[in-house]
């Protein structure tokens, strides 16, 4: 059982930047792909960014496109910690931002973190 606890969020004004952490515990974090999701008030949950370690210092990663070039998602797998960089914020950004993880091991195994607030406004 994989556990996630995100951290970070908070109320920042357009252009602002902020960074999300989300800490894992209880599973081999190397081994997961981890992502980043987000979801708006009477919206649908939705992809941001995801990472997974393809080998020695390098990883695919990949970005919804309308965070690409204002996001960078990165991830310490000796901290066992997966990062969210959001520069150039916008107020559409305005979202819970959850944590994923997930492997496929003979089936899929997936979790989420609890959802950390940002909010973009003046």
């Known amino acids: 059982q994989v556990q996630l606890v995100e951290s970070g969020g908070g109320l920042v004004q357009p252009g602002g930047s902020l960074r999300l952490s989300c800490a894992a515990s209880?599973?081999?974090?190397?081994?997961?792909?981890m992502g980043w999701f987000r979801q708006a008030p009477g919206k649908e949950r939705e992809f941001v960014a995801t990472?997974?370690?393809?080998?020695?210092?390098?990883?695919?990663?990949d970005y919804a496109d309308s965070v690409k070039g204002r996001f960078t998602i990165t991830r310490d797998n000796a901290k066992n910690t997966v990062y969210l960089q959001m520069n150039s914020l916008r107020p559409e950004d305005t979202a819970v931002y959850y944590c994923?993880?997930?492997?496929?091991?003979?089936?899929?195994?997936?979790?989420w973190g609890q959802g950390t607030q940002v909010t973009v406004s003046s």
């Open positions: 994923n993880a997930h492997r496929t091991i003979g089936r899929r195994t997936e979790y």
């Open positions: 209880g599973g081999t974090f190397s081994s997961y792909t």
């Open positions: 990472i997974r370690w393809t080998g020695p210092s390098t990883y695919y990663k």
